[in-house]
């Protein structure tokens, strides 16, 4: 099993690991490729690619995978291998978030607190900072901090 071989050598090669990716995400794995679209991000055992990243984390959050989505927001909110775009950015950390993805959560509340691709709203942030922090997200604590 591809997914067995990998977990034997994920502290071994990248190039190994970016090959059994591919291998799963030919075979229809969304976390392969969201994996996958991280190393061709990061540029471990491949060739940097932010656009190819992009479209790796496109798939999978096709596929309703929450932090793929969440990936895939952050890079329209930065401009990374796409053009800046907050609405999309929003659009997808909040479907992160109907996924159940703290990290969105957490993102989506700074969106809220600071008006960024939403109107702002405090009382949305500190909602979103909560269900955070009720996934043991850290950052998100210090943001209630803000609100208590």
Known sequence: CIRDRYQRRVHG?????????????????????ENFGV?????????????????????????????????????YMSGTGVPEDTGKAVALYQKAVQLGDGEAMYLLGDCYEDGIGVPQDDVKAASLFRQAADLGHQGAFCALRRYA
Do not use: I
């Open 39 to 75: 190393l061709c991000q990061t540029g471990g055992g491949v060739t940097r690619d932010h656009s190819k990243a992009v479209s790796y984390f496109q798939r999978a959050a096709d596929k309703n995978s929450a932090s793929a989505a969440r990936r895939l927001g952050e890079c």
């Open 13 to 33: 090669d990248l190039s190994e690991a970016a090959s059994l990716y591919q291998q799963a995400v030919a075979q229809g794995s969304a976390a392969a490729m």
